[in-house]
């Protein structure tokens, strides 16, 4: 018997009282007439961008236009036509460090707190976190409304790896100063396309 079994055979020998699980099939989450809106609302609150396009926009005209100054751009997507990197061809993950703008799909986002759901689509998945700053395409059709929905959506699918992400990483831990980009990408731009 390992030490993870034996410690968890003496806790269950000392369980004094045994309760049923709840019942979780009447819940009741909180939905939206208008849920996009709410997606922006909330994106933006956590400080993302939300930048609304047509689906046939020129998107790398427009990363050009959102980060003027970007020098290394990363991304697998087909449409991204500038990417100086790929995170599926690179030698490993610390060849992504200097990237200045990665640029990744979200498969959908959750309208309650505004974040994307990433699972990963590509080798290095350093690029989501590396990067300085984050661009997500995510198509407006493909919001949902809360986090039940989004993990009925998400399933027993193997992913392999998949994260939420909503908005720049930001810390307040040190002398309570809000820090932007403290463990992640210091801005998040999400390009909210119509279908």
């Known amino acids: 018997m390992s030490s993870k079994e034996d410690i968890l055979k003496r806790i269950r020998s000392n369980i004094r009282a045994q309760y049923a699980m709840p019942d979780l099939s009447d819940i009741r989450a909180t ?42 751009i990363a991304s697998n997507l087909p449409e991204v036509t500038i990417a100086t990197r790929n995170p599926d061809t690179v030698a490993d993950a610390q060849s992504l460090n200097g990237t200045d703008v990665g640029v990744i799909r979200g498969e959908f986002g959750v309208a309650e707190n505004g974040c994307v759901w990433v699972p990963q689509q590509m080798r ?12 997500i395409l995510l198509s407006r059709a493909h919001i949902v409304s809360n986090m039940h929905e989004a993990y009925r959506r998400i399933g027993f699918t ?3 790896y998949g994260t939420f992400i909503s908005g ?28």
């Open 31 to 72: 939905t939206y007439a208008d849920p996009v809106g709410q997606f922006v609302s909330m994106s933006q609150s956590v400080g993302a961008r939300v930048v609304e396009v047509d689906k046939g926009c020129d998107v790398n005209a427009l990363i050009g236009e959102l980060y003027p100054e970007a020098k290394e």
């Open 124 to 135: 290095e998945k350093a690029v989501c976190f590396i990067s300085e700053h984050l661009l």
């Open 158 to 160: 193997d992913y392999g």
């Open 168 to 195: 720049p990483s930001k810390t307040a831990d040190i002398a309570q100063v809000l820090v932007m980009g403290a463990q992640a990408a210091r801005t998040v731009t999400v390009l909210l396309m119509s279908e």
